[in-house]
């Protein structure tokens, strides 16, 4: 299965865009959803985390601003990013560890999408 992040942009800041995650193939199961971004010249860092068990995680550079959640029917990760600042400015990845499409589970990266936020 491959992913795709979408819906990214250029937004201003205090802008609240929602990222998705597409799969091509149907995904019958999973373990952990996880949201990273990578801005210029630094590392890619998780900004979200999201179990099987509906538990969550965040940064703390962006705790209360973001939202990890799931859609039930597609089990694929959506990030609803509230109050952006132009330090959110980064490249965003989904990442899906076990996941299972027919008969073959494995962890995949999703190409990613560019989020710029303007001051």
């Known amino acids: 299965v491959q992913l795709q992040a979408s819906g990214g942009g250029t937004v201003q800041a205090g802008g609240s865009p929602r990222l998705s995650c597409e799969a091509s193939?149907?995904?019958?199961?999973?373990?952990?959803w996880r949201w990273y971004r990578q801005g210029p010249g630094t590392q890619r860092e998780m900004v979200a985390r999201i179990g099987r068990d509906s538990t969550t995680d965040y940064a703390d550079s962006v705790r209360g601003r973001f939202t990890i959640s799931t859609d039930s029917a597609k089990n694929t990760p959506y990030l609803q990013m509230d109050n952006l600042k132009p330090e959110d400015t980064s490249v965003y990845y989904c990442?899906?560890?076990?996941?299972?499409?027919?008969?073959?589970?494995?962890?995949?990266w999703g190409q990613g999408t560019l989020v710029t936020v303007s001051s």
């Open positions: 990442h899906g560890t076990g996941l299972c499409s027919g008969s073959v589970c494995a962890d995949v």
């Open positions: 193939r149907r995904i019958f199961s999973w373990f952990i």
